[in-house]
């Protein structure tokens, strides 16, 4: 297991961007799929999106289609979500995890708040 570590968080208002970035210290995320998951207040934690560890294939809840982006870096070690488009219904705690078939594996971190709010 390895402690991942989620930043890039913060507030805008509706229509803003930010990009998240999720990486770790010590061992490579390169030979894992990543996902990126969200918990929004008093509802549970759902995934958003998630890369393949080719990088070559993506899934995007319905939510998020066409407004967030992923991609990863191996030599950075890094996975971006890029969100433009917010919506205040992004408001939540943005987390990321490596997969292991289509399961988180590794203990949660502490995420990043974004918040959406005019």
């Known amino acids: 297991q390895v402690r991942l570590v989620e930043s890039g968080g913060g507030s805008v208002q509706p229509g803003g961007s930010l990009r998240l970035s999720c990486t770790t210290s010590?061992?490579?995320?390169?030979?894992?799929?990543i996902g990126w998951y969200r918990q929004a207040p008093g509802k549970e934690r759902e995934g958003i999106s998630c890369?393949?560890?080719?990088?070559?294939?993506?899934y995007y809840a319905d939510s998020v289609k066409g407004r967030f982006t992923i991609s990863r870096d191996k030599a950075e070690n890094t996975v971006w979500l890029q969100m433009d488009s917010l919506e205040t219904e992004d408001t939540a705690v943005y987390y990321c995890?490596?997969?292991?078939?289509?399961?988180?594996?590794?203990?949660w971190g502490q995420g990043t708040q974004v918040t959406v709010s005019s």
């Open positions: 995890n490596r997969l292991v078939g289509s399961s988180p594996y590794d203990p």
């Open positions: 010590g061992r490579t995320l390169s030979h894992f799929a």
């Open positions: 890369i393949s560890d080719s990088g070559e294939n993506t």
